[in-house]
């Protein structure tokens, strides 16, 4: 195959992967949702245990792994943090659960970055430096699902402070 060919390859691979997870986003996000509290660690526990196997098995064989990490945890706490404040987030009928709402900064920040992702797994398939940017991806959705869940339940205490 050509190198012309297998870029053709890659990005329709790429444009069905954006296109299917763009459908998939926009079909869970449009309506509002409810969140229980005693729930809200739940996704932010998967990718952690996720992230640190991922850590686990590659960082002891790979040493420059350790300043993606540095980079990747901090970068993962900012976009969840972005995406925590762009939610809008109330009180829902059932005690102690939020009500969840995306806005189109919320989605954005969110397709940005799973579009990020799909395009470095895409492009740098093969590459010997995928397992580097694969864990260090993973350590930023575990930072991220961490901090857009942290946010929410804060601004959700806020809200039921005043209510």
């Known amino acids: ?6 870029a053709l390859l890659r990005s329709l691979v790429f444009v069905a992967f ?3 997870t763009a459908v998939c986003a926009y079909l869970y996000q449009r309506n509002e949702r409810k969140q229980r509290l005693a729930a809200a660690w739940m996704w932010p526990a998967f990718y952690t245990l996720l ?7 590659q960082l002891p064989n790979d040493a420059s792994l350790a300043p993606w990490l540095a980079i990747a945890f901090p970068v993962g706490l900012a976009i969840g943090a972005a995406r925590g404040l762009a939610f809008k987030v109330g009180v829902a ?11 189109p900064l919320s989605a954005a920040i969110y ?5 990020y992702n799909e395009f470095i797994q895409v ?7 995928l397992g580097r940017l694969s864990c260090a991806l ?20 806020s809200v039921t402070r005043h209510v």
């Open 51 to 57: 992230a640190l196997r991922s850590v686990l098995i």
């Open 138 to 157: 993973l350590v930023v959705t575990a930072g991220s699902s961490i901090a857009v869940n942290a946010v929410r339940v804060l601004r959700y205490a």
């Open 18 to 20: 954006a296109a299917l």
């Open 123 to 129: 492009f740098r398939h093969g590459d010997p430096q």
């Open 1 to 6: 195959m050509s190198n012309l060919e297998d």
């Open 111 to 115: 397709l940005a970055v799973l579009f």
């Open 93 to 103: 009928d059932e005690p102690r659960t939020l009500r969840l709402t995306a806005t």
